[in-house]
């Protein structure tokens, strides 16, 4: 093996970094006071000195650099080794959540197996599972376990969901342990079971009464009854007993809260989205176009068809659906606002959250940050330092800072966002080139700019309204005359509201459409019972 060796430029000499010494520093040739230098060698012992003196340097630097080496070499590893383990944990958590056909199918024939063998049931099994009448069509995608899939059930297009992949990831029905049969156990108990157990229970409160409920409402009983009151008619309905699968698959679809909610909109309303059928965990809700923002109309308007005659300018044009489709989306807002016993707010407003029917009908799709009244002020009650603590998407409140809470109050609405995120894209002077100038077009910009400026002054009024009144029961009276902080919120924001309506209405008129908006009821269809899932 070669000598590790270093070089004295200036002497030409070598010092041999495996055999060099300190102590043999003075035995070099020409080390001052070496045996061989002898008296002559003084100036030559200088030399040498100094040439040994370096050479000792460097065989320290040697030794030290060889250590750093190692302590180097050592913390390189590491690193990388905790780059790859992190880098395989997330490539894992990436593939998880990454949509693929493959992974859909394998998910969907589990389910089939779990309905074979008897644990899972619905009325879209056997579509899917032995007839072939359920066809997949694609992946649209994952996000943290939940999973959403494209197919046509009997050339119906749907979108299959589930909050979770596996039908063994749900809470199992605890009662069904205790008893052998369920020949005893009534279908009502189950969905009162539910609706006690469920942690979200307080949000179906808001349907409880329906338009006509009077109130604050919101107690325990009337919140956890709201289920059993929608679907009691048809659970009695049916003479004989449901199987431990029917029990067992309800009870994992009243773990999701989309479904949940959807279901007991589903009569009420008809800005949700239809549910179909289900097949276990997984339910079947009706095929739309959601929005996308970078679509200046927001949504496709190729496939639509208005009922009724064009007018006297011709067919319908882009501008006649797109104030048709606003005047929809006031329609589903003053519904959310006042047709239940609460008020259902809307925290995660975007085109993607909404589609459209043929008939222009909006519809929201996506319904997970969805609440009514009692649960969001749930949400909104906690602690703060500033205003930024007390938003929860698009649901803001206002933080006292004497007391360090948020207002359980929300101070905008879901109008107000609206106007923000969607009327002022549609009706902005660039989008409306020429027409941006024409006089019910500037009113309209005036309209929706007033009623994305009313948080500002609402929350001012608010303050001061809440520095001289310190409980809530005292505002609740004032809301239904009108004379405190939120009552006279609600006469501006029927105001706008109002004054809104009738301006799409006349813009739509002057363009010789038909201003009947909302989209007519559908027909029933396809019935989607209770306990048919």
């Given at each position: ?5 270093l070089?004295?430029?200036h002497k030409g ?11 043999a ?6 080390g001052?006071?070496?045996v061989?230098g002898?008296?002559?060698g003084?100036g030559?012992g ?7 003196g370096?050479?000792?340097l460097?065989?320290?630097g ?9 302590l180097l070499?050592a913390?390189?590893?590491f690193?990388s080794w ?5 880098l395989?944990?997330v ?10 056909d493959?992974k859909?199918?394998?998910?969907l024939?589990r389910l089939c197996?779990?309905?074979?063998e008897?644990?899972?049931t ?8 032995v007839?072939d009448l ?8 994952y996000?943290?376990?939940?999973k959403?899939m494209e ?5 119906l ?5 589930s909050k979770?992949?596996?039908f063994?990831s749900y809470?199992p029905?605890?009662i069904l342990?205790y ?8 279908p ?12 979200d229970?307080e949000?179906e409160?808001?349907v409880?009464?329906g338009?006509g409920?009077?109130?604050g ?12 009151r ?5 659970l009695r309905s049916r003479d004989?007993?449901y199987s431990?699968a029917?029990?067992a ?5 009243l773990?999701?809260e989309e ?10 309303s ?6 179909l ?9 009706e095929?739309?176009s959601a ?5 200046q ?27 048709r ?11 959310f606002?006042?047709?239940f016993t ?7 407003i975007?085109?993607e ?13 996506d ?5 009514f ?7 909104l ?7 930024d603590?007390c938003?929860f998407f698009?649901c803001?409140?206002?933080?006292d800072k004497?007391?360090?809470r948020c207002?359980?109050r ?9 106007c ?5 894209s549609?009706?902005?002077?660039t ?6 100038g024409?006089p ?11 009623c994305?400026?009313?948080?500002g002054e ?12 310190e409980?809530e029961e ?10 405190g902080?939120?009552?006279?919120r609600?006469?501006?924001s029927?105001?706008?509201h109002?004054q809104?309506?009738?301006?799409l209405t006349?813009l739509?008129?002057?363009g010789?459409a ?11 269809g396809r019935?989607?019972?209770s306990?048919?899932f």
């Amino acid at each position: 093996m070669p000598e590790d060796r270093l070089v004295d430029s200036h002497k030409g000499r070598l010092c041999s970094t495996s055999s060099f010494h300190p102590a043999a520093a003075g035995m070099l040739p020409g080390g001052g006071g070496g045996v061989g230098g002898g008296g002559g060698g003084g100036g030559g012992g200088a030399a040498g000195g100094r040439w040994a003196g370096l050479c000792l340097l460097r065989w320290l630097g040697v030794r030290l650099w060889s250590r750093r080496g190692t302590l180097l070499f050592a913390l390189l590893w590491f690193g990388s080794w905790v780059f790859l383990n992190g880098l395989v944990l997330v490539h894992r958590s990436i593939l998880s959540d990454y949509c693929t056909d493959d992974k859909s199918k394998k998910i969907l024939q589990r389910l089939c197996v779990d309905y074979a063998e008897g644990v899972v049931t619905g009325d879209m099994c056997a579509d899917l599972c032995v007839r072939d009448l359920v066809q997949y069509k694609g992946c649209l995608y994952y996000d943290n376990g939940k999973k959403v899939m494209e197919a046509r059930w009997k050339e119906l297009p749907v979108i299959l969901k589930s909050k979770l992949e596996n039908f063994s990831s749900y809470e199992p029905l605890a009662i069904l342990d205790y008893q052998e049969t369920t020949d005893d156990l009534s279908p009502l108990d189950v969905v009162f079971y539910a609706t006690l157990e469920d942690e979200d229970g307080e949000e179906e409160g808001g349907v409880a009464g329906g338009g006509g409920g009077g109130g604050g409402g919101g107690g325990g009983g009337e919140r956890n009854s709201s289920l059993a009151r929608l679907w009691g008619h048809r659970l009695r309905s049916r003479d004989k007993p449901y199987s431990r699968a029917e029990l067992a698959s309800l009870w994992a679809l009243l773990q999701q809260e989309e479904y949940t909610f959807l279901r007991v909109l589903q009569d009420l309303s008809i800005h949700v989205a239809k549910v179909l059928g289900s097949c276990g965990h997984f339910y079947a809700v009706e095929y739309l176009s959601a929005g996308h923002a970078w679509d200046q109309n927001l949504f496709s308007l190729d496939q639509v068809s208005v009922a009724g005659p064009p007018g006297p300018a011709g067919p319908w044009t882009s501008r006649d659906k797109v104030h048709r489709i606003a005047l929809s989306f006031l329609d589903m807002i003053w519904h959310f606002d006042h047709d239940f016993t609460h008020k259902l707010h809307l925290c995660d407003i975007k085109p993607e959250n909404f589609a459209i029917r043929k008939d222009l009908t909006v519809v929201a799709i996506d319904v997970d940050m969805a609440f009514f009244e009692p649960k969001m002020r749930d949400i909104l009650d906690q602690n703060c330092t500033s205003d930024d603590d007390c938003n929860f998407f698009d649901c803001m409140s206002r933080c006292d800072k004497r007391k360090h809470r948020c207002s359980a109050r929300r101070s905008n609405s879901n109008l107000q966002v609206i106007c923000e995120k969607i009327f002022r894209s549609w009706f902005s002077p660039t989008l409306l080139g020429v027409k941006a100038g024409l006089p019910l077009q500037v009113e309209l910009q005036r309209a929706v700019q007033e009623c994305t400026e009313t948080a500002g002054e609402e929350e001012e009024e608010e303050e001061e309204e809440d520095e001289q009144q310190e409980e809530e029961e005292e505002e609740e009276e004032k809301v239904a005359d009108g004379t405190g902080a939120e009552g006279k919120r609600e006469q501006r924001s029927r105001k706008i509201h109002q004054q809104l309506f009738a301006l799409l209405t006349r813009l739509l008129n002057e363009g010789g459409a038909s201003s009947n908006v909302g989209g007519a009821r559908e027909g029933q269809g396809r019935s989607h019972t209770s306990l048919n899932f």
